[in-house]
Every structure is written in C-alpha cells, then in structure tokens.
C-alpha cells in the first residue's frame, strides 16, 4: 500500500525514526483541505504509543480537514545544513501516514500529559496538573500511524561508517 523508499540505503531504522520524531518539536501536518486543495500547517506535537498527537483549536481548518478526511501525513525535518560548496544539504527527517482522529476520555488525558511533559516539563508539577485541568477549550487529535519512515542524507550514512 506505502511506497518503499527509493534509496533504502538512506532508511533509519525504526529506533533511529523514533528518536527524531521524540527529538523534534514541530513539524507539518498535510491534509486535503477546502475544494481538495491541499492544506499542510506547522504544528507542535508530541509521539507517544507509536501515534502522534497534537492540540488544536475545536474549530477551523486544519479540525474540518481531518473531520472530512482523516487520512493524513506528518513530517518533520531533524537536521538540514546547507553544504554549499557541495550543491547540497545534510538531512535527516521523518514522514509518517495514518488517519487523524480527535481523542476522548483516558486517551486525551494520557496524551495531553505527553505534551505537557515534552514542552513545559520543567515546570513544577502541579502547575503542569492545574494546566492540564483548565485547559477543556481543545481538541487533542491524534495520528494513528500506518506507516513512517525516515531518511538521511548519504554524508551522515557514511559518518556512521567511519
């Protein structure tokens, strides 16, 4: 159903695409947007249970997407320095496909705990406690992924080599 990448070569493996998906704090959620035309808008997220999920407003475009069309990917991009000199860029990143979905009850619970903990777990844990408490004017959506790959660049392949 998901295409094998191209250049397998370049393929993290799963504990690697894990590390960049908990390593990163944004990245792009694409969708089919109003008239079928495509939407894809930075987001802050969290992965967590093997699905990635993430907080929005309880209405708009990004909810109405999902709503009418959950099949969705999500990127995000680890590492991109510009070699100039060599024409290219050293890269690592991820891309996931699964369907959206909005959360309820434990689930929501769970993973807004996720979110507050990766963004703001430094701050004293009651105050994370009353946040999470007040905070009833967002949906938490989650990914479930079908599929995810990362990939980097043959200049960091060959680094590892050595």
Do not use: W
């Amino acid at each position: 159903m998901f295409r094998e990448m191209r250049r397998n070569k370049q393929l993290l493996s799963p504990e690697e695409t894990k590390a960049v998906m908990d390593r990163c704090t944004n990245g792009i959620l694409a969708c089919l947007g109003d008239e079928d035309y495509p939407y894809a808008v930075p987001l802050s997220y969290v992965y967590f249970n093997g699905k990635i999920y993430f907080h929005s407003a309880k209405s708009g475009h990004k909810i109405d997407a999902i709503t009418k069309y959950p099949k969705v990917s999500f990127s995000v991009v680890d590492e991109d320095t510009i070699v100039s000199e060599e024409y290219t860029s050293h890269f690592r990143s991820v891309i996931a496909f699964g369907k959206a979905r909005i959360v309820e009850g434990d689930e929501r619970l769970e993973a807004f705990e996720a979110m507050v903990e990766k963004y703001s777990g430094d701050q004293p844990e009651d105050e994370r406690h009353r946040e999470i408490a007040r905070c009833t004017q967002a949906y938490i959506a989650a990914i479930d992924v079908e599929h995810i790959t990362g990939k980097e660049s043959i200049e960091f392949i060959k680094a590892k080599q050595q």
